[in-house]
């Protein structure tokens, strides 16, 4: 399955905000996170299919 990442208007004010060596490291976090979402560890116990970053 392939998953997409859509930017709410409010995170991407705050992502164009960000330096570019912070911006690489989080764009690097959200690839890995796009091709494998569910990881256990980071599962979200009050929530249902939710899951930090």
């Known amino acids: 399955m392939t998953y997409s990442l859509d930017f709410d208007a ?13 911006r690489q490291q989080f764009k690097k976090k959200l690839a890995e996170v796009l091709l494998k979402p569910r990881i256990e560890a980071n599962r979200l116990h009050s929530l249902l299919d939710c899951y930090k970053i």
Do not use: I, M, P
């Open 10 to 22: 409010r995170a991407l004010k705050e992502w164009k905000k960000l330096g570019d060596t912070v």
